[in-house]
């Protein structure tokens, strides 16, 4: 689906939507029609929607954005499992105005410990952005951000919410209701290297990347119809059909978990009681360090990882395992698993098997 | 060719380089040879390539760097006739500590007025940092940036080039000179969305967007690689064949200038006398205002402009006919005809005919 509206578009409509000829006021009003189909699955007016490269991106120009409009004394309240790139971004544009949400040990952001930060005398009426994503990219831990959109629309602060991981894979009715939301395309089977923002509801003069006139100024640089196109088929896809059979690859991920646990007596799910996405399984194993479980895996054709694909070998123990109180030497021995899909019953049992044949290896030293 | 590059990246080389996994492995071998190629066209090391989602992004986080890296005190000599992002994103991040080259009425930036520029008393010392673009996109008028860049080194400040929209039209080779140089690869064939920078070759330090530590860190973001693979081959193929043609191209399009002027006494080429790319042709022409030719050539199925894409329809005059002296009368009359490897001198004799008959038209008030 992405990849045929991708390749028509590029026949149609690969001309800049900004140029003054009629070819370019057709991909215009595909680009428009886009944006209000986008803003439309999540519940958001289109002029909210921004296009750009990635969440990446997103976190950056929101960030400063926010920095620089708010007033120079306002902090951010930020969950410390956040992606890499939304703490990076937060970090650089606020400086020291930060403090954590404290995190469970399950890895949720309980909306009632938000609010107790918030009335904490040192940060009452000084924390004026909450960042929180909806559900995280290690665990598949699902945050509950319609309650804390709740919490922060009563006080009067804006909800930042990386939705990266949430998108294509659970419904996007109502993140809307998120002043913040971004977004990666390649997530949910568009290409890399296209995504987007929803911007504050009165944010009318937000900009991120400065160049001309495009996006209603939102944006500067060439819009990405194409990409776009592809996004939009590839979310309208997840929307209209996967999101409906959720509840069939939760109970697939579970039976494969119980199995698990009984295989390899010892293995403890992350997260283990609280909602998480079906599509991944971070798991501390009882024995042997994680690097050597995913290069006996890889061999036999089972890409599992450590941690996120950024972080991975590039870094020291994962911040997210750490936030949720997971001691070093515990996080030495969790490896994730993810799933597509596509990926079955009779999928969830290979792997099982392998695994429990590269335990054995590593138990006899072979 | 870009086409083939991206569909047969996105079927081999789909998984995210970053990942631990075998099949990552080789996509990252790939991607590292994509940075090898695209630096060796230009003379630059592979560690200066840096991919991003286009020129606009580059030249925000480029000015960023620099003002953040720079004494606090250094200011910018930019050429006026920069593309409106380039402007914006310098202006954003040096304030008032700016000044402008002096631009000729052809609309070159002289290496000796900037050396006059460079020993002002009031800029001695000052000025850090040169901008000054490889070629216009409103004029095709090709800028010195050899010259210009041996004035920046004998004085240690760092040149800026927009290679935009030189790079597939001339040679690559030798650009690497420029200490930053910007491009975006929809303009010579890859998909839009995808470009890159040269940092400078001692910016060991540089960072754009925040986020993993993709790319030594200089760029955080998921790497696309089908569209670096699509962006590689395009200018690979323009190097290899295209750029070849250039003489055969600039005698077509000097042949249809002077049979405008022939036919529409009194049509003045803009940058007449100097060093154009071939594939811009922007002229005043001698009758009523370009709107008006604009929408009739459109009717004839020919897609002309009055200025840049970024900025028809949505701001005011030219900022590069305006830099160049050229009054607002005149201004109003200036059209831009762009061609493509493809035309054909007698592609070029339909676009005349066309104009005559819609001069003739609009001579009537029909």
């Known amino acids: 689906m992405a990849r045929e509206a991708w390749l028509r ?24 029609g886009a944006r209000i189909a ?3 699955l999540m519940g958001a007016a289109p002029d909210r929607v921004v296009f750009v490269s990635g969440a990446t991106e997103a976190a950056n120009v929101v960030a400063v954005h926010l920095a620089r409009t708010l007033p120079a004394d306002a902090w951010v309240a930020i969950n410390p499992t956040e992606h890499p790139c939304v703490i990076a971004a937060f970090a650089a544009a606020f400086g020291g105005r930060r403090v954590e949400l404290p995190v469970s040990e399950s890895g949720l952001i309980d909306p009632d410990s938000v609010q107790a930060v918030l009335e904490r005398p ?8 909450v960042v929180v994503m909806a559900a995280n990219n290690e665990t598949g831990v699902v945050q509950p951000w319609t309650a804390l959109a709740r919490v922060c629309r ?5 909800l930042v919410c990386d939705a990266s991981q949430w998108l294509g894979k659970l419904p996007a009715a109502g993140l809307g209701v998120a002043d913040w939301l971004l977004a990666s395309g390649h997530k949910f089977g568009a290409p890399k290297g296209v995504g987007f923002l929803l911007r504050g509801p009165q944010a009318d ?20 119809y194409p990409g776009v196109a592809a996004m939009l088929a590839a979310l309208a896809e997840a929307e209209q059909s996967k999101v409906l ?3 069939a690859r939760v109970a697939d991920r579970d039976e494969f978990e119980r199995s698990l646990q009984r295989a390899l007596p010892g293995a403890v799910v992350v997260g ?11 798991v501390t194993l009882p024995r042997h360090e994680n690097q050597r479980w995913v290069a006996r895996m890889d061999k036999r054709g089972f890409a599992i990882s450590t941690g996120s694909a950024c972080a991975s070998g590039k870094e020291g123990p994962s911040h997210v395992l750490a936030a949720m109180g997971i001691e070093p030497e515990r996080m030495r021995r969790v490896v994730r698993l993810s799933s597509g899909w596509d990926t079955s019953a009779s999928d969830w049992n290979d792997l099982l098997q392998a695994m429990v044949e590269v335990g054995a290896e590593l138990d006899r030293g072979a």
Chains 1, 2 share one sequence.
Do not use: C, M
Not at 11 to 22: K, L
Not at 122 to 129: A, F, P
Not at 205 to 224: A, N, S, V
């Open 9 to 32: 578009a590029q026949d149609e409509a690969w001309v800049n939507p900004s140029g003054p000829y009629r070819d370019a006021a057709r991909v215009r009003l595909r680009l428009e």
């Open 205 to 224: 003069g937000f900009h991120g990347q400065l160049g001309g006139e495009q996006q209603r100024g939102h944006r500067g640089g060439t819009e990405d």
């Open 38 to 40: 986008l803003g439309a």
């Open 122 to 129: 040192e940060s009452e009426g000084k924390v004026r952005v």
């Open 154 to 158: 009563s006080r009067g602060i804006e």
């Open 245 to 247: 059979w959720e509840s």
């Open 272 to 282: 283990r009681g609280v909602e998480r996405l079906w599509n991944t399984v971070a």
